[in-house]
Protein backbone atom coordinates (compact mmCIF):
# COMPACT_ATOMS: atom_id res chain seq x y z
CA UNK A 1 0.00 0.00 0.00
CA UNK A 2 1.29 3.32 -0.77
CA UNK A 3 -0.08 6.68 0.69
CA UNK A 4 -0.53 10.40 -0.72
CA UNK A 5 -1.33 13.71 0.67
CA UNK A 6 -2.69 16.99 -1.18
CA UNK A 7 -1.33 20.23 0.29
CA UNK A 8 -3.97 21.05 2.69
CA UNK A 9 -5.77 24.32 1.09
CA UNK A 10 -8.65 23.07 2.30
CA UNK A 11 -10.88 26.30 3.08
CA UNK A 12 -11.08 30.19 1.31
CA UNK A 13 -9.27 32.01 2.77
CA UNK A 14 -6.90 30.02 3.09
CA UNK A 15 -3.92 29.92 5.86
CA UNK A 16 -1.19 32.06 4.49
CA UNK A 17 1.53 30.35 6.58
CA UNK A 18 0.75 26.75 4.46
CA UNK A 19 0.85 29.21 0.90
CA UNK A 20 4.39 30.16 0.87
CA UNK A 21 7.86 28.40 -0.18
CA UNK A 22 8.96 27.93 3.14
CA UNK A 23 5.28 26.12 4.24
CA UNK A 24 5.05 24.08 0.97
CA UNK A 25 8.80 22.95 1.54
CA UNK A 26 7.82 22.05 5.03
CA UNK A 27 5.46 19.83 4.04
CA UNK A 28 6.96 17.96 1.21
CA UNK A 29 10.11 17.49 3.23
CA UNK A 30 7.99 16.21 5.98
CA UNK A 31 6.03 13.49 3.73
CA UNK A 32 9.16 12.20 2.11
CA UNK A 33 10.68 11.70 5.72
CA UNK A 34 7.62 10.24 7.23
CA UNK A 35 7.65 7.85 4.02
CA UNK A 36 4.79 9.03 2.29
CA UNK A 37 4.65 8.16 -1.31
CA UNK A 38 2.68 11.13 -3.45
CA UNK A 39 1.94 14.42 -2.66
CA UNK A 40 0.04 16.64 -5.03
CA UNK A 41 -1.96 19.83 -5.24
CA UNK A 42 -5.77 21.15 -6.49
CA UNK A 43 -6.69 22.42 -9.71
CA UNK A 44 -9.40 25.85 -9.88
CA UNK A 45 -7.57 28.36 -11.73
CA UNK A 46 -10.91 30.43 -11.63
CA UNK A 47 -13.33 29.40 -9.03
CA UNK A 48 -16.38 31.70 -8.53
CA UNK A 49 -17.10 33.39 -5.23
CA UNK A 50 -19.65 31.44 -4.69
CA UNK A 51 -18.53 28.21 -4.73
CA UNK A 52 -15.94 29.38 -2.37
CA UNK A 53 -18.75 30.84 -0.31
CA UNK A 54 -20.24 27.52 0.32
CA UNK A 55 -17.71 26.00 1.43
CA UNK A 56 -15.20 25.98 -1.75
CA UNK A 57 -11.32 26.55 -1.75
CA UNK A 58 -8.42 28.24 -2.91
CA UNK A 59 -5.83 26.89 -5.00
CA UNK A 60 -2.33 27.10 -6.23
CA UNK A 61 -1.63 26.14 -9.96
CA UNK A 62 -0.41 22.20 -9.97
CA UNK A 63 2.65 22.27 -12.08
CA UNK A 64 4.03 25.61 -10.76
CA UNK A 65 3.95 24.27 -7.12
CA UNK A 66 4.32 20.89 -7.98
CA UNK A 67 7.57 21.86 -9.47
CA UNK A 68 8.55 23.96 -6.44
CA UNK A 69 8.06 20.53 -4.51
CA UNK A 70 10.06 18.60 -6.84
CA UNK A 71 13.32 20.90 -5.79
CA UNK A 72 12.60 20.12 -2.52
CA UNK A 73 12.24 16.08 -2.61
CA UNK A 74 14.02 13.70 -4.16
CA UNK A 75 11.65 10.47 -3.88
CA UNK A 76 8.31 12.27 -3.58
CA UNK A 77 5.73 11.16 -6.09
CA UNK A 78 4.08 13.92 -8.10
CA UNK A 79 0.25 13.96 -7.93
CA UNK A 80 -2.12 16.45 -8.79
CA UNK A 81 -5.21 15.80 -7.09
CA UNK A 82 -6.90 16.71 -10.38
CA UNK A 83 -5.81 18.40 -13.15
CA UNK A 84 -8.97 19.32 -15.06
CA UNK A 85 -8.10 18.36 -18.26
CA UNK A 86 -10.74 20.03 -20.22
CA UNK A 87 -9.45 23.62 -18.85
CA UNK A 88 -6.29 23.27 -20.97
CA UNK A 89 -4.91 22.23 -24.33
CA UNK A 90 -3.40 18.83 -24.08
CA UNK A 91 -0.47 19.74 -25.93
CA UNK A 92 0.42 22.26 -23.49
CA UNK A 93 -0.78 19.58 -20.42
CA UNK A 94 1.31 17.49 -21.93
CA UNK A 95 4.51 19.78 -22.11
CA UNK A 96 4.36 20.57 -19.10
CA UNK A 97 3.68 16.88 -17.62
CA UNK A 98 7.00 15.78 -19.50
CA UNK A 99 9.32 18.97 -18.41
CA UNK A 100 8.12 18.31 -14.40
CA UNK A 101 8.63 14.30 -15.15
CA UNK A 102 12.18 14.76 -16.64
CA UNK A 103 13.33 17.85 -14.22
CA UNK A 104 12.22 15.26 -11.16
CA UNK A 105 13.74 11.90 -12.33
CA UNK A 106 10.74 10.68 -13.59
CA UNK A 107 8.65 11.58 -10.50
CA UNK A 108 5.39 12.40 -12.10
CA UNK A 109 1.87 11.23 -12.40
CA UNK A 110 -0.97 13.02 -14.43
CA UNK A 111 -3.81 12.58 -12.41
CA UNK A 112 -6.69 14.04 -14.36
CA UNK A 113 -10.55 14.67 -14.08
CA UNK A 114 -13.64 15.75 -16.15
CA UNK A 115 -14.51 18.92 -14.03
CA UNK A 116 -18.13 19.90 -12.97
CA UNK A 117 -18.04 23.88 -12.43
CA UNK A 118 -19.74 25.60 -15.05
CA UNK A 119 -18.72 29.14 -14.02
CA UNK A 120 -15.16 28.38 -13.86
CA UNK A 121 -15.68 26.35 -17.28
CA UNK A 122 -17.11 30.14 -18.19
CA UNK A 123 -14.85 31.95 -17.22
CA UNK A 124 -12.05 29.93 -19.05
CA UNK A 125 -13.88 29.93 -22.31
CA UNK A 126 -14.74 26.22 -22.47
CA UNK A 127 -17.42 24.45 -23.32
CA UNK A 128 -19.45 22.55 -20.19
CA UNK A 129 -21.31 20.47 -22.84
CA UNK A 130 -18.49 19.09 -24.30
CA UNK A 131 -16.01 18.29 -21.33
CA UNK A 132 -16.53 14.60 -21.72
CA UNK A 133 -15.52 14.95 -25.51
CA UNK A 134 -12.59 17.80 -24.76
CA UNK A 135 -11.62 15.25 -22.17
CA UNK A 136 -11.04 11.89 -24.56
CA UNK A 137 -9.73 13.51 -27.04
CA UNK A 138 -7.11 15.38 -24.41
CA UNK A 139 -6.51 11.93 -23.15
CA UNK A 140 -5.61 10.34 -26.60
CA UNK A 141 -3.46 13.29 -27.49
CA UNK A 142 -0.92 13.26 -24.35
CA UNK A 143 -0.37 9.82 -24.30
CA UNK A 144 0.94 10.62 -28.18
CA UNK A 145 2.40 13.61 -28.29
CA UNK A 146 4.72 12.07 -25.13
CA UNK A 147 5.67 8.73 -27.16
CA UNK A 148 5.46 9.73 -30.88
CA UNK A 149 7.39 11.77 -33.05
CA UNK A 150 6.00 13.94 -36.58
CA UNK A 151 2.37 13.34 -34.31
CA UNK A 152 -0.51 14.07 -36.29
CA UNK A 153 -3.90 14.44 -35.04
CA UNK A 154 -7.23 14.96 -36.44
CA UNK A 155 -10.08 15.56 -33.43
CA UNK A 156 -13.42 16.89 -33.00
CA UNK A 157 -11.65 20.04 -31.16
CA UNK A 158 -7.54 19.25 -31.63
CA UNK A 159 -6.10 18.86 -34.94
CA UNK A 160 -1.87 18.85 -35.54
CA UNK A 161 0.21 17.91 -38.27
CA UNK A 162 3.44 16.66 -37.51
CA UNK A 163 4.08 17.79 -34.07
CA UNK A 164 7.40 16.48 -32.45
CA UNK A 165 7.70 17.76 -29.20
CA UNK A 166 10.75 17.29 -27.04
CA UNK A 167 12.46 16.61 -24.54
CA UNK A 168 10.61 13.82 -23.56
CA UNK A 169 9.30 12.39 -19.98
CA UNK A 170 12.21 10.74 -18.10
CA UNK A 171 9.24 7.61 -17.48
CA UNK A 172 8.70 5.00 -20.27
CA UNK A 173 6.67 4.74 -22.00
CA UNK A 174 5.60 7.73 -20.54
CA UNK A 175 4.20 9.25 -16.91
CA UNK A 176 1.25 7.17 -15.12
CA UNK A 177 -2.17 8.54 -16.15
CA UNK A 178 -4.52 8.27 -13.60
CA UNK A 179 -8.25 8.99 -14.39
CA UNK A 180 -10.58 10.54 -11.31
CA UNK A 181 -14.71 10.18 -10.92
CA UNK A 182 -16.71 7.76 -10.02
CA UNK A 183 -18.95 7.21 -12.87
CA UNK A 184 -18.77 3.92 -15.63
CA UNK A 185 -17.58 6.64 -17.83
CA UNK A 186 -14.61 6.93 -15.79
CA UNK A 187 -13.96 3.51 -15.32
CA UNK A 188 -14.36 2.96 -19.61
CA UNK A 189 -11.83 6.04 -20.05
CA UNK A 190 -9.23 3.88 -17.30
CA UNK A 191 -9.78 0.82 -19.16
CA UNK A 192 -9.06 2.75 -22.64
CA UNK A 193 -6.40 5.68 -21.62
CA UNK A 194 -5.23 5.50 -18.23
CA UNK A 195 -2.96 3.77 -15.41
CA UNK A 196 -5.22 4.39 -12.50
CA UNK A 197 -8.51 4.99 -11.46
CA UNK A 198 -9.35 7.56 -8.89
CA UNK A 199 -12.57 7.77 -7.56
CA UNK A 200 -13.63 9.75 -4.18
CA UNK A 201 -16.13 9.01 -1.24
CA UNK A 202 -19.11 11.08 -2.11
CA UNK A 203 -22.90 10.49 -0.54
CA UNK A 204 -25.28 11.60 -2.29
CA UNK A 205 -25.59 15.53 -1.85
CA UNK A 206 -21.42 15.25 -2.57
CA UNK A 207 -22.57 13.28 -5.85
CA UNK A 208 -25.52 15.65 -6.79
CA UNK A 209 -22.96 18.35 -6.60
CA UNK A 210 -20.00 17.14 -8.06
CA UNK A 211 -22.31 15.38 -11.20
CA UNK A 212 -20.93 11.65 -10.57
CA UNK A 213 -21.79 8.66 -8.94
CA UNK A 214 -22.52 7.60 -5.25
CA UNK A 215 -19.35 5.73 -3.09
CA UNK A 216 -20.45 6.08 0.19
CA UNK A 217 -19.13 2.49 1.29
CA UNK A 218 -17.03 -0.32 0.96
CA UNK A 219 -19.47 -1.97 -0.86
CA UNK A 220 -20.08 0.53 -3.59
CA UNK A 221 -16.26 0.92 -3.98
CA UNK A 222 -15.85 -3.06 -4.43
CA UNK A 223 -18.77 -2.52 -7.26
CA UNK A 224 -16.90 0.08 -8.72
CA UNK A 225 -13.42 -1.93 -8.76
CA UNK A 226 -15.58 -5.06 -9.83
CA UNK A 227 -16.83 -3.30 -12.89
CA UNK A 228 -13.14 -1.63 -13.80
CA UNK A 229 -11.68 -4.84 -13.68
CA UNK A 230 -14.18 -6.35 -16.17
CA UNK A 231 -13.61 -3.58 -18.50
CA UNK A 232 -10.39 -4.00 -18.33
CA UNK A 233 -10.47 -7.46 -19.53
CA UNK A 234 -12.61 -6.37 -22.49
CA UNK A 235 -9.79 -4.38 -23.66
CA UNK A 236 -7.10 -6.64 -23.25
CA UNK A 237 -5.16 -4.18 -20.35
CA UNK A 238 -3.36 -6.00 -17.51
CA UNK A 239 -5.34 -5.32 -14.14
CA UNK A 240 -3.06 -5.96 -11.82
CA UNK A 241 -1.06 -2.85 -13.42
CA UNK A 242 -3.70 -0.55 -12.83
CA UNK A 243 -3.52 1.33 -9.53
CA UNK A 244 -6.69 2.49 -7.67
CA UNK A 245 -6.73 4.84 -5.20
CA UNK A 246 -9.12 5.95 -2.30
CA UNK A 247 -9.20 7.19 1.11
CA UNK A 248 -9.76 4.88 4.87
CA UNK A 249 -13.40 4.72 5.95
CA UNK A 250 -12.03 3.56 9.06
CA UNK A 251 -10.03 5.32 11.86
CA UNK A 252 -11.05 8.17 12.21
CA UNK A 253 -9.07 11.16 10.63
CA UNK A 254 -5.40 10.97 11.17
CA UNK A 255 -5.54 14.66 12.08
CA UNK A 256 -8.00 14.67 14.90
CA UNK A 257 -7.01 13.25 18.83
CA UNK A 258 -8.82 10.49 18.17
CA UNK A 259 -7.50 8.67 15.48
CA UNK A 260 -7.38 5.21 16.01
CA UNK A 261 -4.18 3.72 14.30
CA UNK A 262 -5.27 0.31 14.89
CA UNK A 263 -8.51 0.57 13.31
CA UNK A 264 -6.93 2.56 10.37
CA UNK A 265 -4.46 -0.66 9.57
CA UNK A 266 -7.58 -3.06 9.50
CA UNK A 267 -9.35 -0.70 6.95
CA UNK A 268 -6.17 -0.42 4.97
CA UNK A 269 -6.24 -4.63 4.77
CA UNK A 270 -9.89 -4.50 3.64
CA UNK A 271 -8.78 -2.03 0.87
CA UNK A 272 -6.01 -3.86 -0.22
CA UNK A 273 -8.01 -7.42 -0.46
CA UNK A 274 -10.63 -5.21 -3.34
CA UNK A 275 -7.16 -3.79 -5.20
CA UNK A 276 -6.84 -0.25 -3.63
CA UNK A 277 -3.29 0.58 -4.10
CA UNK A 278 -3.23 4.25 -2.92
CA UNK A 279 -4.78 5.73 -0.05
CA UNK A 280 -5.15 9.37 -0.28
CA UNK A 281 -4.31 10.62 3.73
CA UNK A 282 -6.15 14.01 4.85
CA UNK A 283 -4.49 16.77 6.36
CA UNK A 284 -5.59 19.90 8.42
CA UNK A 285 -5.32 23.13 7.27
CA UNK A 286 -5.71 25.01 10.27
CA UNK A 287 -1.98 25.64 10.69
CA UNK A 288 1.65 24.72 9.52
CA UNK A 289 2.67 22.67 12.31
CA UNK A 290 -0.43 20.58 13.08
CA UNK A 291 -0.35 19.60 9.17
CA UNK A 292 3.48 18.69 9.70
CA UNK A 293 2.49 17.20 13.43
CA UNK A 294 -0.18 14.73 11.50
CA UNK A 295 2.43 14.06 8.87
CA UNK A 296 4.63 13.12 11.39
CA UNK A 297 2.07 10.69 13.51
CA UNK A 298 1.38 8.95 10.82
CA UNK A 299 4.27 8.02 9.38
CA UNK A 300 5.13 6.57 13.13
CA UNK A 301 1.40 4.77 13.40
CA UNK A 302 1.20 3.63 10.41
CA UNK A 303 3.85 3.98 7.34
CA UNK A 304 6.03 2.23 10.29
CA UNK A 305 4.12 -0.65 11.23
CA UNK A 306 3.13 -2.00 7.69
Known amino acids: MRFTITHPMHS ?65 RLIPNIV ?16 LDLLSGGRFTLAVGVGYLKREFAALGVNFDERAELFEEALAVIRSVW ?34 GNTAAARQRVAEYGDGWCPFPAPAG ?24 RRCDAVGKDWSAVDVTFTNFEGGSPASEG ?13 AALGVSWVQVGLPGDSLAHAVETIDRFGTTVIDVI
Not at 56 to 76: I, S
Not at 259 to 271: I, Q, T, W
Open 84 to 99: VLPYRNPFVVAKSGAT
Open 259 to 271: FNADAFLGGLEKL
Open 206 to 229: LARTAGTAVIDSMDRLAQGIDDLR
Open 147 to 180: TSDDLSFEGKHFTARGITAHPRPASQPHPPIWIG
Open 12 to 76: HPYNPELVSGAGIAAVAAAAEEAGFHGFGFTDHPAPSQRWLQAGGHDALDPFVALGFAAARTTKL
